[in-house]
């Protein structure tokens, strides 16, 4: 038993150190290179202007959120599906 824990407490101390190696040669690496001023893996931020989603509205039948694109528009109203409208039309 006290074998097991002896290997064990070796292996997380190497664990341990093979972590700082990593970290020191890492910051030296990234030492040596110039900062460029854009992250090549960092996603650029959307136009400031534009708004990234969609306006969403109600179904006035069953008040389902949809995209205004996929909604289906009569007389002001919108509607998810057409046989959401019919019925509103026949009321």
């Given at each position: 038993?006290?074998?097991?824990?002896?290997?064990?407490?070796?292996?997380?101390?190497?664990?341990?150190?093979?972590?700082?190696?990593?970290?020191?040669?890492?910051?030296?690496?990234?030492?040596?290179?110039?900062?460029?001023?854009?992250?090549?893996?960092k996603p650029s931020s959307?136009?400031r202007g534009k708004p990234?989603?969609?306006?969403?509205?109600?179904?006035?039948?069953?008040?389902?959120?949809?995209p205004e694109s996929e909604?289906?528009?009569?007389?002001?109203?919108?509607?998810?599906?057409?046989?959401?409208?019919?019925?509103?039309?026949?009321?």
């Amino acid at each position: 038993m006290r074998l097991i824990i002896f290997f064990i407490g070796i292996l997380l101390i190497l664990w341990s150190l093979r972590g700082l190696i990593r970290q020191l040669r890492g910051d030296a690496a990234h030492s040596s290179e110039p900062q460029s001023p854009a992250a090549p893996n960092k996603p650029s931020s959307p136009p400031r202007g534009k708004p990234i989603g969609e306006s969403m509205v109600l179904c006035s039948f069953c008040s389902l959120h949809i995209p205004e694109s996929e909604a289906l528009r009569t007389q002001d109203r919108f509607f998810c599906c057409d046989a959401h409208r019919q019925q509103w039309l026949l009321r």
